[in-house]
Every structure is written in structure tokens, then in C-alpha cells.
């Protein structure tokens, strides 16, 4: 049942290139310029003609809802707002009849974020669910979705989840992006080219196993780690830190690098393990100098770099190579690296990875 490995965990990392190519089967065909969520046909005009649209969602699957942010504003334009469904379901918000809401959820029976959703309807907003789970209650009081076909998610920890809900939600925004035609015809191609790519991209990003297992052994004893990324890569900082500090039990931070100044900075000294995710995009000059500034405080480097990059790796500690891709699919291939990090620490701390203490799968309690 574990498929020869000795966690789920670690068979649900390693199946995400087949989840990733599941999930877009006959929704991406990039030849054809093809891009399409049956799903979500009958409120595709709603999307398009959408005021505003507001993610919901709880724990990876809202760090999805943050790279989904910076995707959909990027790509169609429509602003995007992302709130944990628990805030949201109690303070008030202002909700519209032109809103989508996106409920975001692996499990589908996510108490709060069912919530959020029963309060959108209650205003009157569309409702679109992004599961995991077929059938299940969020899947079931959403207006239309799509679903992730990650197939069963045993571990307590989200991974094939976590690339399989960026992959729907890429889909979603280039879908709008096409029929409301807000990229250039080459550019949508190109992306969808890259999206098309994913599973092997992620098949070639695995292959830093070997290295990663040698780089646990260093830091299994740590107390602490931070995690820093810019722009789209951002969001896989706080998806290192959440996966990290649920297995292992490790305090574990993720900020937007640039946010080190005003505060965590004061953290770091020779014991502070700090992993950048500094892949070659808009905002690569930029962590070039976080970094610096780590190391100038004598902080460990654990870097996730875009392979052939020579600068990034001559600075740090440890660099992981990562296969290249458009960074706005990025997320999906530099998350990797992280959630094989925080298995191999958690396995070597004697942690029990599938079922980490104090949590459940799916947390139908508020
Ligand atoms: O089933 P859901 O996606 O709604 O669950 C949301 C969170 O409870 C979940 O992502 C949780 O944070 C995971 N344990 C993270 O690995």
C-alpha cells in the first residue's frame, strides 16, 4: 500500500509526477492552445465577469490560495484577495453577488472553510471548489469545480496535494486568461508548454534526493529554521516552514525575504539554518542580496537554485538544483526539494511522519 517505500509520505512525494499529469489530462493540450476545466463551464462567465475573486482555504492549501493570488492578478487581471477561511467566516466581510469564491481544500471537509463558503452563498457570490477528495462536502456545496485527481492523500503532511491544486489553479487563470484574452497568444503558448512539462520537471527536481539526505543529517538537530523566497516563490517559503515544523517538530518561520529586515534578521547567527528559495526569476538580484546579508551574519545557506546557476551556489552552504520553468510554475518544482527535506529530517529525528502528533488528515472541528 505504501508502494515500497516506508511512509505514504514519501510515496506521495514521489508520485507527483504521475498526480501532476493526471490532474491535466484533456485540460492542457498546449499544441492546440487547449486550456480547459470541464468542471467550471457553466460559471466560466462568471469568472471572466468577475468583480473580485476571494480564495479560502486553510493550512497548504492556503499557500496554494497565495501562489493562485499572484497567478490570477498576474495573468487576467481580476484582483484576488486569500483569507484563511477561519478569519473570514467570522469577521464580517464584505461579500458581492459579482464575487467568485475559491474554497481550496485536499480533504473537501475542512469545518471553516465549508463555513466560508456557506457564508459566500449567503451573499449571493459564486462558488467554485478546487478538492481533492471526490464527492466530498466542500466538492458538494460548491456552485461548480475542479477536481485535483491527486488520488488518496494518506499523509498528514500535503504534498501531492499542495503541486496538484497549483497545477488546477494554473489551469483555472490561463483558462480566463485565453477567453478574456489578457496574454499575448505566445505568451499563454509558452506557458502552457510549461505547464505541459511539469511532471518531468518535478520527475528531474527529485532527483535531488541523494543530497537532500546527506543535508538532513547536518541539520536534524537544529532548533530552528527560517525560510525565506520572493514573489511566486514566496508562498513555497511558509509551505517549507508548515511542512517542516509539522513533522519534525523543528520551530520553523517563512517570510518574504525582504521582510528579514524588519525583524527576523536579528535571528540569524551561526547556528540559524536558512533556506532560500532562489530560483532565476524577476526577483533573483534581489535574493542575491538577502543572501548576502545572511551570510554576512554568518547563517547557514541551504539555497534551491535554477540549475546552471553559478553565483547563487559559489555564496551558500548547500545549493539544490532545480530544472528551469516560467516562474509563475515555479512553485511547483522548487516545493519539491522542501518536502523532501522535511521527510529526511523528520525520518532521522525518529518522527512519526504520517502521523505527526497532535494533528488530524482533516480537521472537521473548528
Ligand atoms: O483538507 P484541507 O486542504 O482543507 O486541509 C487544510 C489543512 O488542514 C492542511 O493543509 C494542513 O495544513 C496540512 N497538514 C499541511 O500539511
Redesign the pocket.
Known amino acids: 500500500e505504501k508502494g515500497g517505500y516506508d511512509h505514504f509520505m514519501m510515496k506521495e512525494i514521489m508520485e507527483q509526477p504521475r498526480s501532476v499529469a493526471d490532474c491535466l489530462r484533456g485540460r492542457v493540450i498546449a499544441d492546440q492552445m487547449h486550456v480547459k476545466l470541464g468542471g467550471i463551464r457553466h460559471k466560466m462567465k462568471d469568472l471572466m465577469n468577475a468583480n473580485r475573486i476571494i480564495i479560502a482555504?486553510?493550512?497548504?492549501?492556503w499557500h496554494a490560495g497565495l501562489v493562485a493570488e499572484y497567478i490570477i492578478e498576474e495573468f487576467t487581471r481580476i484582483p484576488v484577495e486569500v483569507e484563511y477561511a477561519s478569519e473570514f467566516r467570522y469577521r464580517n466581510p464584505i461579500i458581492r453577488e459579482d464575487d467568485v469564491l475559491i474554497a481550496?481544500?485536499?480533504?473537501?471537509?475542512?469545518a471553516d472553510?465549508l463555513a466560508a463558503i456557506e457564508l459566500a452563498k449567503s451573499k449571493g457570490a459564486t462558488i467554485l471548489g478546487v478538492c481533492n477528495v471526490v464527492g466530498s462536502s466542500i466538492a458538494r456545496s460548491s456552485d461548480e469545480g475542479a477536481y485535483t485527481h491527486a488520488g488518496p492523500e494518506i499523509g498528514?503532511?500535503?504534498t501531492k496535494?499542495f503541486t496538484a491544486q497549483l497545477t488546477v489553479l494554473t489551469t483555472m487563470a490561463l483558462m480566463i486568461a485565453k477567453e478574456k484574452q489578457t496574454l499575448p497568444e505566445e505568451t499563454l503558448h509558452k506557458l502552457l508548454v510549461d505547464l505541459e512539462s511539469i511532471p518531468e520537471k518535478i520527475a528531474e527536481a527529485l532527483k535531488c534526493e541523494e543530497e537532500i539526505k546527506k543535508i538532513s543529517e547536518m541539520y536534524k538537530d537544529a532548533q530552528n529554521f527560517l525560510y525565506l523566497g520572493r514573489g511566486y516563490n514566496f508562498p513555497v517559503a511558509l509551505e517549507g516552514a508548515?511542512?517542516l515544523k509539522?513533522i519534525s517538530y523543528i520551530h520553523a518561520e517563512g517570510y518574504p525575504a525582504a521582510e528579514m529586515k524588519h525583524g527576523p534578521i536579528a535571528l540569524i547567527d551561526e547556528e540559524m539554518p536558512v533556506a532560500f528559495i532562489a530560483t532565476k526569476d524577476s526577483s533573483y538580484e534581489k535574493i542575491v542580496s538577502n543572501i548576502q546579508e545572511v551570510k554576512a551574519r554568518k547563517g547557514k545557506v541551504i539555497a534551491i537554485v535554477t540549475k546552471g546557476d553559478t553565483l547563487i551556489p559559489s555564496m551558500v552552504d548547500h545549493a539544490i538544483e532545480v530544472p528551469d520553468v516560467h516562474e509563475a510554475l515555479m512553485p511547483m518544482v522548487s516545493v519539491i526539494p522542501l518536502q523532501l527535506l522535511s521527510y529526511y529530517i523528520a525520518v532521522l529525528r525518529g518522527c512519526d511522519v504520517d502521523q505527526p502528533r497532535n494533528?488530524a488528515k482533516?480537521?472537521t472541528v473548528e
Do not use: F, H
Open positions: 482555504a486553510c493550512g497548504t492549501s481550496i481544500s485536499q480533504s473537501g471537509e475542512t472553510t498528514v503532511a500535503s496535494a508548515l511542512k509539522e494533528l482533516s480537521v
